[in-house]
Structure formats: C-alpha cells, structure tokens
C-alpha cells in the first residue's frame, strides 16, 4: 500500500507542480545589465583605467592649465571616485526598487 493511496497514514506533501518541483519559487528571468548596469560598468573603467593612466602618462597635463601639480594629483582621483559612489549608489537603488530600464 502506498501513501498516495492511503493518506490516513501521516503527512503527505504534494506540490502543485510536477514531483521534484516547487511551484512556490520562481526564479527572475535574467535580462542582462541593463542601462544602469552598464553606466556602472562606463564609470568603474574610468575610475580603474583611464584616470590612472592619465596620471602614469602624463601626470603635468593639469599644471598647463594653471592647476598646481600635487593639486592635480589629488583631485585626479577623487572626483572619479565620487561618481563612482553616486553611480553605485544610482544603480543600486533602481535595482531594489525594480525599475527596469532596458
């Protein structure tokens, strides 16, 4: 005698869908980066390869315009790194919130 015939024998758990699948969990369908993502990737490049190749090349490039050399060397860095942040932080809260912009 099975359980499935006899179900006065204990707890029997039968899924909605086909045995071996839970009907309840539903995986998202992956859709790739997105605008967001890929802005994320465009400033993270900046960040980690065009700014400090500017500063290996040609690191005096700032002082032709007036701003001093150890001035440049600060600031160089630092603004990307502050978009980076608020990029982040951009694409992150469209993420959490579902906005999908493909």
């Known amino acids: 005698m099975s359980s499935e015939d006899d179900d006065a024998g204990g707890y029997v758990h039968r ?21 967001r993502g890929w802005g994320l990737v465009a400033v993270l490049v900046l960040c980690t390869l ?7 090349l040609d690191p005096s490039v700032f002082a032709a315009v007036g701003i001093p050399y150890t001035v440049a060397l600060l600031i160089l860095p ?19 919130r579902g906005d999908r912009e493909d």
């Open 78 to 96: 630092l603004v990307p790194a502050g978009v980076l942040g608020l990029t982040a932080v951009w694409s992150m809260t469209g993420a959490t």
């Open 50 to 56: 065009v700014v400090p190749g500017i500063i290996y």
């Open 15 to 35: 899924p909605g869908g086909a045995p071996g699948t839970d009907a309840s969990r539903e995986e998202p369908e992956a859709v790739g980066f997105g605008t």
